[in-house]
């Protein structure tokens, strides 16, 4: 028996929901896929799936793009599957549609407008997600498969971020020396790092410097690929369908430099294991590698374990926050670069040195300011004075950055508040004197970091993600009439922010 009408005008809704019972029981599955896999999966892949309909033990979702298609019908149809059957009963198919125009109707031969991916719903879903065989459906025109070389072409350069422009202080000085020692290695010779992984905060220069490397060493006649994360779980997939995985997997082998950035969105069992495999074929081959992420490899809990291992063997080099003599450097290029378009761009040197102290944040922010200083600067307008520098900058200037806060010093924290230790806390000892700070470490590392409940889980001892889910409601139950415990957490709050 369908659970909604075939013949029903509200079955299906090109907005991406039913009538109203089909938009709440989809609001009430997305909130159990949230609590699932936490925030940072559920942002990342789910946030722009909608369900269209369900009738005849069939569910149709529709999502923006083809890759999201991919990844979803790859790692999660079955989670999908579960949260679908808890609200509406059995569902024994998923068909997943890139949304279009064209209305989604339930025929045999979908528009050709639209991606269609038909999955029969598993009993129970698997670590690594559903990988059965698509059902084949006839199309009215073929689609054009992924081809080899779409799959790893690697991601494009921008000409303005290379080593010249690199702006050189105290805080990005090792990072910098080590980059370019990277680029300029011989093939044959013995690697100069295995490999060289660079951290640090948005904005203070990864990219630059990575796309740095590539600019350099491709200009030298090396085989060199830049990849971000994004941009290899695109490949992987797109091998997979197109059924060239090992022609992709070769030519990763094969290349003399591989530039990998933001690896901390990297994701998925089966794509993180290639690129352990991809990675330790290129070391052991002695290629060089070059990783960037947010945080030191032991950080990304995300990460198989494995490939934490490994990148942690070679040199990690942090960048670090900009000091205002570097600051004011960046400023000084920003606005060179700015006056070969517009010659009478002049800023003196007085507002350059205020706005080299007011912005401390980041290198984004530095050229954001330029860009508004520049819209203040006309041929027939008044020299720029610090009071004109100032409203024009006020929304970059940030009175405090916050601190990133680790669950490891909120572990710490906790405990000795409360008198028990670290250990006690990551233990499976369940009485209420050790009970109660578990679950305040839990709440504030919820609060706190962007940990999801998995990962959070995991550093407290490997616990299961439901575990952290009910401490921090707990917390918030107990918050409603405990003033007490309110003030204890805003204490530690900030002591962890100061």
């Known amino acids: 028996m369908d659970i909604f009408d075939e013949t029903d005008p509200d079955r299906v809704d090109q907005g991406g929901f039913g009538g109203p019972p089909l938009n709440e029981a989809w609001r009430r599955c997305c909130a159990r896929l949230r609590a699932e896999l936490g925030d940072d999966v559920f ?18 979702l529709s999502v923006p793009t083809k890759f999201l298609k991919s990844w979803i019908d790859m790692h999660y149809v079955g989670h999908i599957s579960v949260a679908l059957n808890a609200e509406f009963g059995p569902v024994v198919q998923i068909l997943i549609f890139v949304r279009c125009s ?24 698997e670590p690594g997600g559903d990988r059965g065989p698509a059902e084949r459906r006839p199309a009215s025109r073929p689609s054009a498969a992924p081809t080899f070389g779409d799959a790893l072409t690697g991601s494009p350069l921008d000409k303005r971020l290379t080593f010249s422009t690199f702006q050189v202080g105290r805080s990005n000085e090792l990072a910098f020396h080590a980059a370019k020692r990277v680029a300029d290695h011989n093939r044959g010779g013995t690697p100069a790092f295995c490999p060289l992984y660079v951290h640090s905060a948005v904005g203070l220069g990864k990219t630059h410097l990575l796309q740095g490397v590539a600019h350099t060493a491709t200009s030298q006649g090396r085989s060199v690929i830049y990849l971000t994360a994004e941009r290899f779980m695109y490949g992987f997939v797109a091998a997979l369908q197109a059924q060239t995985s090992i022609a992709f997997k070769e030519r990763l082998r094969t290349i003399d430099l591989l530039i990998f950035d933001d690896a901390q969105f990297l994701q998925g069992k089966a794509i993180q294991a290639e690129f352990g495999h991809a990675l330790n074929a290129l070391l052991d081959a002695g290629r060089e590698v070059i990783v960037a992420a947010d945080r030191p490899p032991n950080d990304l809990e995300s990460l198989d374990e494995r490939v934490r291992s490994r990148l942690g063997v070679g040199l990690c080099v942090e960048i670090g926050v900009l000091d205002e003599p570097l600051r004011l450097k960046i400023l000084e290029a920003r606005v060179a670069a700015a006056r070969m378009a517009e010659p009478h761009f002049e800023v003196s040197p007085t507002v350059l040195a205020f706005v080299a102290r007011s912005i401390r944040s980041n290198g984004r922010d530095l050229e954001g300011a330029v860009n508004r200083l520049r819209a203040h600067c006309t041929p027939t307008s008044p020299p720029l004075t610090v009071e004109t520098a100032e ?25 000795s508040h409360y008198s028990v230790s670290r250990a006690d806390i990551l233990s499976s000892r369940r009485t209420a004197a050790v009970v109660k700070p578990r679950q305040v470490a839990m709440f504030l590392a919820k ?3 962007p940990r999801s409940l998995p990962e959070i889980g995991r550093r407290f001892g490997g616990r299961d993600h439901t575990t952290v889910l009910h401490a921090v409601r707990k917390i918030e139950a107990l918050l409603q009439n405990d003033p007490t415990l309110r003030d204890t957490l805003e204490l530690l709050k900030r002591m962890l922010q100061e």
Do not use: Y
Not at 43 to 60: H, I, T
């Open 102 to 125: 064209a209305p989604l109707e339930p025929a045999k031969n979908p528009p050709t407008e639209c991606v269609p991916s038909a999955k029969a719903a598993p009993k129970s879903p």
């Open 43 to 60: 942002n990342s892949w789910f946030g722009r799936l909608a369900l269209v309909s369900v009738g005849s033990g069939q569910a149709r």
């Open 447 to 449: 609060m706190l970091t």
């Open 391 to 415: 409203a024009a900058i006020r929304d970059l200037i940030r009175t405090h950055e916050p601190k990133r806060v680790k669950i490891e010093d909120i572990q710490k924290l906790v405990a």
